[in-house]
């Protein structure tokens, strides 16, 4: 038998501070489908902020940190496709030949959560229930970054009980941005309003979407305008873990 | 970042009902009929990945082409202008205009010569200025510039048409539909279609063996413009360039599907020259002026693949941003993904530095761009240029410098971790309605309350606890 992978854990700053449950399914569901999980101590952010704002040499600088942590493992796995989509752009950040070896060694073994469950582990949830209504959003990273589409959508299929909604627009931007929803927060404010009315208009209970930042734009959106829908990670229903507080509900 | 000025203007933009009605009308049916035309032809990634392809040759020898494209037009009897900038162009037209004794001209839709500022240069030459393009006379007549490359008076909506036209037009419309109005149009537009002595239009290609100029419509006001007057100028930018016929309409393909969902347009001629012996019609001089503006320096630069651009309007009609403010509050010529690219090349980074940050970076425009062209690449591009050139305001500035200060020390972020969620967590439990420095986001939305302990700190008492 071969020796099973050794991945090691991008939480994300977002996942870290905000949702840390989030990282917990993650790691539940890469032992699931036969991984080893390591969380690197030395990983703080992947530079999207730096890179985003045009500071190279901020974003450069977060690069190294992460492929110094990353680089002895078999795959580096985040839950959250706009992180790895920042991972697999490192190479060009790196000026210097060896460090750009380093950086697509690193951007290629490099996924989002669901998509390596799919594509790669060929993992199906098994056994998980959640009688609810659902709607997905596609995160625009995933989506356009990574090819994240169907593999969300045909995890979800195995999940009892799960009714999935189509969401109109499901593959337009939410408005978040990263820095863009604090920078131009009236234009992120009317693009994630025609969102959460896409939202509502499913009557789903549930939002599912892979990417933290989203989420917490549409969720904080959602709950402002009083709408009762609860948002997770897909990760947190697949890993059996969406039966407590959603997004911003009191543990 | 905040230019002033780009976020006033956004802001009005966004309080404007009735503009986000006429966005949502204009650009929802565009992004429909795209669709569905790119779902009956099969082989549209392929004729995207060779319309690409012609463009990158083209740029890649942009100079062969352009002397090639020189003599077969001088050949054909047309003569050839080349303008370094856009005054140069402006001038170059008025000069021909004033040589022709021109007392009225027409025009056929051009952004290119939005970008020269033809209109107010024939204003300021005291020449009467006929807009022949429906939505082009409708924003003469609103005394308003374009808002959309595809569709100027995107902006107007079918009533404010109405109300346009009774009060310009003599004799008004007889009614208020589409049909009514139209008519009217045609009846104001038909006289002088007749009495110009020079008409003005742009140019979808150039064709270089041939030496003729190509301009798609679907109202027929081009070939109207074109024809009757008795000098012809076509204004275009030099990477306009194709090397045939058959490579223009490769890229006819691609254009039209991706601008109106339309397998073809209406109206599409070749202007090879000016009226020759035995010509039942036709103008007596034909002048084609090249413009450059900035275009030469691009071949050089990283915004190199914007020469791509064949201005369909696809990446506008998809932008989020766009579908929200429109085409005004961009500020400049070309708005939407496009005109973010193009703007900062135009009118100095300097002014436009908003527009390369006012962008979600969701990738949907570059998705649909017939020549994928890499706009969210080019967008960055600009981002670090405003970084690198101090453009970036000083409070963002420092704020990334703590935040990556503290981010490249982990032990360091981590304690920091520590510190601040406990303290965040004092403005709300679950939710958080309102945070001081936060009201970018929490003026219109509520913050989930962060975790008491961090994913990092939770982990690490698990393995300690698991080792025990």
Do not use: E, R
């Given at each position: 038998m071969t020796q099973p992978p050794k991945v090691g854990l991008f939480v994300t700053c977002l996942v870290d501070a905000m949702r840390p449950q989030i990282g917990f399914a993650t790691i539940k569901l890469l032992e699931q489908a036969g991984c080893r999980v390591e969380v690197p101590r030395a990983q703080t952010c992947c530079g999207q902020p730096a890179g985003n704002s045009g500071d190279k040499r901020g974003a450069a600088a977060l690069a190294k940190q992460v492929i110094a942590a990353f680089e002895g493992y078999d795959y580096l796995v985040a839950p959250s496709g706009s992180c790895v989509g920042q991972i697999r752009s490192y190479p060009s950040l790196m000026d210097d030949a060896s460090w750009r070896r380093r950086a697509e060694d690193l951007a290629g073994k490099s996924f989002e959560i669901l998509g390596f469950l799919y594509d790669v582990m060929g993992w199906q949830p098994q056994g998980v229930r959640l009688d609810a209504s659902a709607t997905y959003h596609d995160s625009c990273s995933g989506l356009r970054e990574l090819g994240v589409e169907g593999q969300p959508r045909a995890l979800l299929d195995g999940v009892d009980g799960l009714e999935m909604r189509p969401l109109k627009g499901a593959n337009v931007c939410c408005g978040f941005g990263g820095t863009f929803c604090v920078k131009y927060p009236e234009i992120s404010t009317a693009i994630v309003s025609e969102k959460s009315a896409n939202i509502v208009e499913t009557g789903a209970e549930l939002l599912l979407a892979g990417d933290l930042g989203c989420l917490m734009n549409m969720a904080g959106r959602l709950h402002r305008e009083g709408a009762k829908t609860r948002c997770f990670h897909t990760a947190e229903v697949l890993a059996g873990m969406a039966d407590g507080p959603a997004i911003g509900e009191e543990a | 970042m905040a230019d002033a000025a780009f976020k006033t203007r956004a802001h009005d933009a966004l309080a404007d009902a009735n503009l986000k009605t006429a966005i949502d009308r204009t650009t929802g049916t565009a992004e429909t009929k795209r669709a569905a035309a790119v779902d009956a032809f099969p082989e549209f990634q392929a004729a995207r990945a060779r319309a690409a392809a012609i463009k990158d040759h083209v740029i890649a020898n942009l100079d062969h082409y352009l002397i090639a494209f020189e003599q077969n037009a001088t050949a054909a009897g047309a003569q050839v202008h080349w303008a370094r900038d856009a005054a140069e162009a402006a001038a170059i037209v008025s000069r021909i205009c004033s040589d022709a004794g021109a007392k009225i001209v027409t025009r056929a839709k051009s952004m290119l010569g939005e970008e020269i500022g033809l209109p107010h240069a024939l204003d300021d030459a005291g020449i009467e200025r006929v807009e022949t393009d429906l939505a082009e006379h409708i924003i003469q007549l609103a005394h308003e510039r374009p808002s959309h490359i595809i569709w100027p008076a995107m902006h107007r909506t079918r009533e404010d048409v109405a109300a346009l036209f009774f009060k310009d037009?003599?004799?008004?419309?007889?009614?208020?539909d589409a049909a009514s109005m139209v008519a009217s149009a045609r009846r104001v537009l038909r006289e002088k279609f007749l009495a110009a002595d020079v008409g003005i239009s742009g140019a979808n290609f150039l064709v270089a063996d041939t030496g003729a100029t190509c301009t798609v419509t679907n109202e027929g006001n081009a070939e109207l413009s074109t024809t009757p007057p008795r000098v012809h100028i076509v204004t275009a930018g030099i990477e306009k360039i194709v090397p045939s016929t058959d490579h223009a309409m490769a890229l006819l393909r691609v254009l039209v599907r991706s601008a109106t969902g339309g397998e073809v347009t209406q109206y599409t001629t070749f202007h090879c020259g000016p009226r020759r012996a035995g010509d039942a019609d036709g103008p007596e001089e034909m002048h084609i002026v090249l413009v450059d503006n900035g275009r030469a320096r691009m071949v050089g630069d990283e915004f190199r693949q914007m020469l791509r651009c064949i201005r369909c309007g696809a990446c506008m009609n998809h932008c989020v941003v766009y579908r929200q403010i429109g085409g005004h509050a961009y500020g400049g010529t070309y708005p939407g993904p496009m005109g973010a690219v193009l703007t900062p090349v135009l009118d100095g980074l300097a002014q436009s530095r908003d527009l390369p940050h006012a962008c979600t970076m969701n990738g949907r425009c570059e998705e649909v761009c017939p020549v994928r062209i890499p706009l969210k690449t080019l967008l960055k591009a600009w981002r670090l240029r405003t970084w690198d050139e101090g453009l970036v305001e000083k409070p963002v500035r420092y704020g990334l410098g703590l935040w990556g200060f503290a981010a490249c020390r982990p032990r360091l972020y981590r304690m920091g971790t520590r510190m601040a969620l406990p303290v965040l967590r004092l403005f709300g439990r679950g939710w958080i309605r309102k945070l001081p420095l936060a009201g970018g986001w929490t003026a219109t939305r509520d913050l989930p309350a962060p975790a008491a302990r961090s994913f990092m700190d939770q982990y690490e008492r698990q393995q300690k606890e698991a080792r025990k």
């Open positions: - | 037009h003599h004799p008004p419309p007889d009614a208020d």
